[in-house]
């Protein structure tokens, strides 16, 4: 993806193609306890044959949108999202982001390797099913990044 530059900062969304950057999930414990290995996910190709993106997890709905890239770090996978342009319901979501109302995201994914720890488990390998755009992420990091976030990425 190109990124958006306006007076030398890089934008996490671009509202005239309905795409926003952001976490989906971090390498710090969610709430439950549990940490899901960043570089644990094993299904990346496999996953962008099929890249929905789903509205709080509900399958039985419309996917909102498509993944467009997935960048694996250490400690993070940053998702690029295409929000479907043609359904109503993918466009108010886009818009309360855009807003600043949203910027939770969370992913569904199947545990393959784990390991117990005291307060829950950590996910070493995983294959990712789909990730959503939620009102309140398990992973407190799954956000949406801001402008400041971006900058921050680029110069570490």
């Not at 359904?87 to 910027?103: H, N, Q, S, T």
């Not at 117990?116 to 992973?139: C, F, H, K, M, Q």
């Amino acid at each position: 993806m190109k990124r958006l530059e306006l007076e030398g900062r890089v934008e996490s969304i671009d509202p005239a193609n309905m795409i926003i950057r952001s976490v989906i999930t971090t390498s710090a414990p969610d709430r439950g306890g549990d940490v899901v290995v960043p570089s644990g996910l094993r299904n990346r190709v496999e996953f962008l044959r099929n890249p929905v993106v789903l509205w709080a997890h509900q399958r039985t709905l419309p996917p909102i949108g498509t993944c467009l890239g997935l960048e694996v770090l250490p400690d993070r996978i940053i998702a690029v999202t295409k929000f479907a342009a043609s359904a109503p319901f993918a466009a108010d979501v886009f818009k309360l982001y855009a807003e600043g109302v949203l910027r939770g995201w969370s992913i569904g994914f199947i545990p393959i390797k784990s390991v117990p720890t005291r307060r829950g488990a950590r996910i070493e390998e995983w294959d990712l099913l789909e990730y959503s755009a939620v009102p309140i992420p398990e992973n407190p990091g799954a956000l949406t990044l801001s402008s400041s976030d971006v900058i921050a990425q680029l110069v570490v």
